[in-house]
């Protein structure tokens, strides 16, 4: 009976070390699962960051109308001699001002946003890309983004500029005048007069809210009703910058207009244009392209693999070896 105890026991023991060994594979085995993933990911996020310039054209955007906001309601626990609630005063200013508005519209010159894009073949990128650049600063312009790179060792480039609205035509004519051929070609105008009139009326509700609320705090007494009208106050005041902000942004839209160029020495790295849906040739060369890209992130993940041997081959022998003693063990 004592030999057979020994015998179990020693049996025991040597099944944990067998699953404390096969835990220490799969330890392993998961690391090198882990290293080489980040590897690929690393390679194939890689390829897709060089190739994001065929993936649009920079069509002009549209502006969303901004989020209503009311002033609100708020209850001062109604003492004697205030005035009635902002929201009415609100209510009554904002029927008034909109039944004018239509009025305004009518007569008022309207706010056009004008934006377009080009897409060209050039005899050289950088030239081309520099001679738009000083052209946006000689008509006091800016430049809102350039974008100058190589796909398959051939320059390509994307510039944004805007330029005063009043030199538009002008500076669509210039950027032809440096094209070997346009490709694609868009104008947009969008209208923002009534946008812009109905922030107008917003803002001078609000304006109106805020005298009032002014006044009543003036008429207060007690310290819970200034409190109440401070933060009715401070809110009104942070929805009058925001309108403000809105403003401000669609008037300098509507003084520079938008132009975005897209340059490259033949028309295969060019963006496809919208309008054309059917172009076989040009995606089996960009089919090619992706494959060519993908064969060499392949070799590229070869050529990691073996400088990073140093440190995943001393692990492989290692489990290799455990494997080896665990196979050892069974046959035993």
């Not at 819970?224 to 009208?229: E, G, H, K, Q, T």
Request: glycine share 6%; aromatic share 6%.
């Amino acid at each position: 009976m004592l030999c057979l105890e020994k015998f179990l026991l020693f049996r025991d023991a040597q099944n944990d070390k067998k699953r404390m060994l096969k835990k220490i594979l799969v330890i392993v085995g998961i690391i090198l699962g882990a290293l080489i993933l980040i590897w690929i990911g690393a390679l194939i996020s890689g390829n897709t960051s060089s190739n994001d310039y065929s993936s649009g054209y920079g069509e002009p955007q549209s502006l969303s109308a901004p989020s209503q906001s009311a002033i609100g309601q708020f209850d001062l626990g109604t003492p004697s001699g205030l005035t009635p609630p902002v929201s009415n005063l609100a209510s009554k200013e904002i029927a008034s001002t909109r039944e004018s508005a239509g009025t305004t519209n009518d007569t008022a010159s309207r706010m056009v946003i004008k934006s377009g894009s080009l897409s060209m073949v050039v005899k050289d990128v950088a030239k081309t890309a520099k001679d738009i650049l000083e052209y946006t600063k000689e008509k006091k312009g800016w430049v809102v983004s350039s974008t100058i790179g190589e796909q398959e060792l051939v320059p390509y480039g994307q510039i944004t500029i805007r330029v005063p609205a009043e030199k538009f035509d002008e500076a669509m004519e210039y950027a032809h005048g440096l094209a070997e051929k346009v490709k694609y070609e868009n104008t947009a105008g969008e209208d923002i007069t009534e946008q812009y009139t109905d922030l107008k009326s917003r803002l001078r509700n609000l304006e109106a809210a805020e005298e009032e609320l002014l006044n009543i705090m003036k008429r207060s007494g007690k310290i819970d009703d200034i409190l109440a009208v401070q933060q009715e106050l401070t809110r009104v005041r942070e929805q009058i910058e925001l309108l403000k902000g809105q403003m401000q942004y669609l008037d300098q839209s509507v003084r520079m207009a938008a132009i975005t160029v897209n340059l490259a020495l033949s028309e295969d790295l060019l963006p496809i244009p919208p309008a054309e849906k059917w172009q076989p040739v040009y995606v089996l060369k960009q089919a090619w392209s992706s494959l060519h890209n993908a064969l060499r992130g392949i070799s590229y993940l070869i050529i990691w693999l073996l400088v990073y041997a140093i440190i995943w081959l001393p692990l492989a022998v290692i489990v290799w070896a455990i494997w080896k003693l665990i196979k050892r063990h069974k046959e035993k």
